[in-house]
């Protein structure tokens, strides 16, 4: 409709919607030679960039699903999910290539390999069923392995299309990618724009950390629409800039985690910007409902609201019948967005894919959340936690069990057991708990490089507690009220060195402040003392508001000490 018109742009180039179509469609002829094709898996492990988007219109371009394999991941991790995935394709970089262990797949590096093969498809080749995969996208497992959520064409295109109708967006509208491709949300960030005439501006890799790049950002391609984790918000909202870098901003999409109404309140004191929140699980095609914000919404927790349009969620006990409205149960939801299933898992796909008790059409399910809510008065439902050993920190569904296995793994560990304990600012922190086999015991820093090896940032624990043994329950069971409370000594290295000079003292006084501790030496490595991706945003604020000084969030990562 508008091939003239701008569809991706970044900090250095430029695409028309008419050069986007016929850069994909000659990526999509590269991918139908080497056997692309509806149920075909192409795994994708690339870095953000415009040839990021390219490389996926062009896989959904061939009917096949995309596998995202984000190279921020541990590189054991990367190789389980591409052997896992059974994927034809690895579709990368040159120099991410070392990263993987490509075994049967046909590798095609975007910036070296010939792109000049056959004729430009202008469509996808035949009629493309429905419930033909689109992507599969791994999320944690209880089982200690990421699992593969395996979602069709029909379930992720009847989210894209309601967006397009509740939310429309036009010519004259920016929508910033800055969500991990790994993460589902992702999705919406990159098709909802595109099937709609607007612009995608693409921000840098790891971008997505660092406020002051985001809100820069913002403010340079005059975004429109902007989806942040609430404790992502938390972060801009600590920002001085806001105000006058954000006021662009129509739209905040929010979702991920609990969206306190605290933080819609200091956002619309900032920006006269609508605010909606998201809730949904990967295995419901990214969202399952939805809830424009109102005044009265600025305090306590945001509801999450009514179901998107062909879906239906309900709030059931435990013989699966509904509860009534302002009491607790478990979610459940149905309709077109439900995912096929998870990959290779028949059983747990059984297990969390029931039969649907209040629908004669053949086939139907309802997918079992885990999630606990209620019906509030004015009919939106409300998010109360979970019912089982799940937990979400800054966005990242995180399954304790997945933890604890990569744990007992370590030759020196004995039993571990991994909680999620309240932190610091209101945010959730990583306890590992552990018994050791013999008589040395592994170091935090270890244990803390040794997960690193095969779990993302988010999961590693940010506190080792060494126990003599487990408590245990009657049934011999992990009695996990009965672990202790980590004192601050859990935090601290084996050996201290006070800071020396002004610019050490400044420094160290705010980590002590940020991170809840006593006391920090010079050589104490950030993230070994608790600090995570989102903290390390806060640093970097203190740090300017402090002493004047403007850092990048990547240095922080850099030089931890």
């Avoid at 069923?129 to 959520?149: C, D, F, M, N, Q």
């Avoid at 098709?191 to 607007?198: Q, R």
């Avoid at 937990?391 to 990569?406: D, H, P, Q, S, T």
Wanted: with cysteine; hydrophobic share 40%.
């Amino acid at each position: 409709a508008t091939p003239q018109g701008l569809a991706l742009l970044s900090a250095d180039r430029r695409l028309t919607y008419a050069e986007l179509d016929r850069a994909a469609a000659r990526l999509a002829a590269r991918l139908v030679a080497r056997g692309a094709g509806p149920e075909v898996r192409i795994a994708l492990g690339v870095e953000r960039s415009i040839e990021m988007v390219i490389a996926i219109l062009a896989i959904v371009r061939t009917g096949a699903a995309y596998v995202p394999l984000d190279p921020d991941f541990p590189g054991e991790r990367l190789n389980f999910m591409l052997a896992d995935s059974r994927a034809a394709v690895l579709v990368t970089e040159e120099h991410l290539l070392p990263s993987f262990t490509v075994g049967g797949a046909r590798v095609l590096c975007l910036d070296t390999d010939d792109r000049e093969v056959g004729p430009e498809p202008s469509l996808m080749p035949g009629w493309v069923p429905p419930e033909s995969l689109a992507y599969i996208i791994y999320t944690s497992g209880s089982t200690g392995r990421p699992k593969g959520v395996m979602v069709s064409q029909r379930a992720i295109a009847n989210r894209i299309l309601w967006m397009r109708r509740e939310f429309p967006l036009g010519a004259d509208d920016t929508l910033l990618l800055k969500t991990p491709y790994s993460f589902d949300a992702s999705i919406w960030e990159i098709f909802v724009p595109l099937v709609s005439g607007a612009r995608l501006a693409i921000t840098e890799p790891g971008g997505h950390r660092d406020p002051a790049y985001l809100l820069s950002a913002i403010a340079e391609h005059r975004v429109t629409t902007l989806q942040l984790v609430p404790s992502q918000l938390a972060m801009v909202l600590e920002s001085r800039e806001l105000g006058s870098q954000g006021r662009s901003l129509e739209r905040l999409f929010c979702g991920g985690e609990p969206l306190p109404g605290e933080s819609v309140r200091r956002f619309g004191a900032s920006l006269r910007a609508e605010v909606c929140n998201l809730y949904g699980p990967t295995e419901a095609a990214i969202d399952a409902t939805f809830h424009r914000c109102a005044p009265e919404d600025i305090s306590g927790v945001v509801p999450i609201g009514r179901p998107l349009s062909n879906v239906q969620v309900y709030v059931l006990d435990r013989r699966l019948q509904p509860m009534p409205d302002g009491l607790a149960g478990e979610l459940f939801i149905g309709g077109s967005g439900l995912a096929r299933g998870y990959l290779g898992q028949p059983g747990l796909t059984a297990e969390r894919f029931l039969p649907h008790p209040f629908s004669d059409g053949p086939g139907e399910r309802l997918y079992r959340t885990g999630d606990l809510a209620r019906r509030g008065p004015r009919g939106e439902l409300e998010f109360l936690g979970r019912a089982d050993g799940q937990v979400k920190i800054r966005g990242f569904r995180i399954e304790l069990g997945e933890i604890e296995a990569a744990l007992a793994c370590h030759p020196e560990i004995a039993a571990a057991a991994v909680v999620a304990r309240d932190g610091s600012a209101g945010e959730y922190q990583l306890v590992a708990y552990y018994q050791v086999i013999a008589t040395k015991s592994p170091v935090p820093r270890e244990l803390r490089d040794f997960l690193q090896r095969s779990l993302p940032e988010p999961m590693v624990p940010t506190v080792f507690v060494e126990l003599p043994a487990l408590p245990s329950s009657p049934s011999g069971k992990v009695d996990r009220k009965a672990l202790p409370e980590p004192g601050r000594g859990a935090h601290l290295p084996a050996e201290f060195i006070a800071p020396r000079t002004a610019v050490e003292q400044a420094l160290a006084r705010i980590w002590e402040s940020l991170l809840g501790i006593e006391r920090v030496g010079v050589n104490d490595n950030f993230f070994d003392l608790g600090g995570h991706s989102l903290q390390s945003m806060r640093l970097v604020s203190h740090v300017r508001d402090t002493l004047g000084l403007e850092l990048r969030v990547r240095s922080i990562f850099e030089h931890p000490t």
